[in-house]
Structures are given as structure tokens and as C-alpha cells.
């Protein structure tokens, strides 16, 4: 979450914004603040000027009427003495302790010793012809207590606003990355067994040109799959021909050929089991199981064994194989258990049992042998392609590594899974398939369309 593209995104646009409106509210304080100043300079300018005029002219008592009752004014001598005041400070001592020069200059001050006095004043102070010094005092509580709502309003209505912005951002990025997460669900669904799909194109053009740009690797990728899929089944379907034709001249020649031809026959007995497993390795990672049908496994069951018992010893148990549907092709299905049973025979001491039954939403399968086991570390190393846990034994028996790992691939395929339990003693491999739906019956070419 914390890491998530639509988070980061987020934050920091909301960050940006944080940023934006906090110095929107300082840039509106400074601009406010200002403009409030300068109209309470400008009438205090004003006031001084009249009052200094006055007292230029010799009118002191008309300058000591100048302004209002917010307005205090005040004019003193060269010595301090105040000369001239207006009515609310008449009688008082000199309330300001700076020197006017002859310019108007600008002062802030606090309360001064009058009735009703203001919290905050704003003096112009100006210098007349005789020496003496204007004072006019403005009061300034409206200008902060103006600022002081405004500093109120922003403290409550930025956090409110950054708020609905941020979720606001958040939805609108969640929206935009949208297409984005379609494109990973449409990518996540294609297989290696359904190299075929595409990626639709979304609207937004940056978008669009990401999903041509994978469409066109899917293409490269599905070229090259392709041409090694062919390669392979090409070269199985080749060499079955030599194999067969060097086996039947060996057991001609066989009558007056030394003992070692038996060899001879093993050995090409194996490479044919190879291209055998070759091929249908190709074929299983061509099967698409969107195009399976209904298969019954407990018949796909009972087949193999009874073909495996008539070339093996081993007791086969099938006692607990129950009906059971599961939907995919009957072919691979087919090797599947085969792969399974002949192993388990091969590994086995005396008894393969074999259990098949309907759990839930799931067939499950399950073959299990008396044999000396699998280690838990080699459980998942079994199911890859051309793994031999005992090179001897297999090679004894003609496996080349390749039976599990086209049990594994035939199970994903399928969209199932497989895994292997101790059997004390012995091995269980243990497979789930899903149980299949009714649907309407395939025609027979789709049955039979990918045998292996």
C-alpha cells in the first residue's frame, strides 16, 4: 500500500497542494495586512498634513481639531512641551517619545493614556517650519483584528480543504491508473499455454502506446515459443522412425549378435520412451484447457491400470477410486495418471494403491506406493524436466527425468495442483483438479483436438 504508485502520487500531490495553499494564505495575510496599512497611512498622512498646516499657519487651536475621536493628535515644542492637542487627549503629557522630522514618517504604538483607548495605533509623525512635531495617531484594532479572523478562517479551511483535495486526488489518480491495472489483470491472464491473447488498447495515448509495445513483445514472444514448440514435436516425429527401424534391425541381427545387443535394445528402448516424453511435453505446453471438455477420470483411472498390471508384478489398488468429473483433455489427462502409476510401480515394493474421489469443488487424486519415499528437500525438485533423484535405478529402468515433470505440467494446465505427502513408508503424490461444470457436450474433434 505504502508503496503503491496511486499512494505516491497522492502524497505528493497533496503535499504540492499543502505547499500551494499555506503560501496562498501567507502570500493573502502579507497582501491584506499591507493594504489595510496603507489606508490607515494614508488617512493618518493625511491628518498630519492638515494639522502641520495649521500649525505652519499659526491656527494651533485648528489643529487641535483636526480628526475624530479614533484619531489622536497631538503637536509639540522643540522642548517636548505639548502646544496643541486634540479634545480626547487635551491635558495630557506628550504620548509619543520619537522626534518628528520634516518628512512624514510612520510609527506603531500601543495604547496611550486616554478613555477608550485603542490597542494599537498607527502614528505619522511630520516636523513643521518652527520646530515643532505633529503627532497623529490612528487606531489600527480593526486592521488586526481583520487579520487575526483571517488567520483564523485560513488555520479551520486550509486542513478542511487539503482534505477533500487529497481525497479528491486520490480518487482521480485511482481512476487514471485504472486502464493500467486492466492492462496487469489482461497481461496476468495470459499463459504459457494461451500465447495468443492481447492486451486491449486503452484511450489515453500513452497508455495505448504501452499496451502496442507489448503486444508487440507478446508477438516475439509467441514466434519464438512457437517455432521451439515445432522444433521439438518436428524433431520427436523424426527420430521416432530411425529409432524404430534400429530396434527392428537389432532384433533381427539378434539370433547370432552377442549378449550385449540386449543392451543395445534397452538403450534404444529409452531414447524412443525420450522422444516419446518430448512430444508430449510440446503438445501439453500447446493444450489450451479453455477448449477441454468433460472427461471421466475414474474411467481415465481403471485404463491405466488395467494396461500398466499386464506388464508389472506390483499390486495395483483401486478399490477407492470413486466417479469423478473434471474438465480439460482426455489425452493429457491420460498421461497424467499413466505418469503417476508407472512411477509409483516403478518406485514401489510391493502395492501401489490408487485413490480417486469428488471433494467439494475439487477431484481428487491420490497414488501412493510402498517404495523408499522422496525427501521433503526433493519434493518440488522432482517435478523438473530431466530430474533424477537415482541416476542408476532410472537408467535401469529407461527414465530419463521426464514422467513428473509432464505430471506437473499436464496439472497447471489444467489449473490444478499437485504435491507429494509421506506415505510411511513410501510416497503419495496427490493431486486437485477442479470438478467440472454441466455444460453441453463438445463435438468429437474438440475432444480429441490436442491429443498427447
Known sequence: MLRSLRFRLA???TVIIAVALVAAGVLLHAQLGASLLSSIDDSASSEAFAAASDVNAGRLAAAGNVGDEDTVVQIVDRFGVPIASSRNIRGQISAFSFRATPGVTFHNTARLPIRQSADFYRVAAIGTRSGDSVYVAVASDDRHDTLQSLDSAL?????IVLVMLALAAWFAIGRALRPVERLRRQAEAISET???RRLAAPSTTELRILADTLNDLLDRVDHAVTRQREFVADAAHELRSPLASLRTQIEVGDRDAPPDSRELIRQVDRLSRLVDDLLALAKVDEADPSQGVAVDLDDVVLECVADIRTRSAVQIDVSAVSAAQTTGHRSALERLVRN???NAVQHATTRVAVTLATRGHEVE??????????????RQRVFERFTRLDSSRDRASGGVGLGLAIAAEVVAAHDGEIDIHDNAPGAAFVVRLPAAVPTPLRSAQQVDGVPV
Do not use: Y
Request: aromatic share 0%; proline share 14%; net charge negative.
Open 11 to 13: 502524497t505528493l500531490s
Open 155 to 159: 488555520l479551520v479551511g486550509i486542513p
Open 194 to 196: 494461451a500465447l495468443d
Open 340 to 342: 503417476l502409476i508407472q
Open 365 to 378: 487424486l491420490v497414488v501412493a506406493d510402498d517404495g523408499p519415499g522422496i525427501p521433503p528437500a526433493d
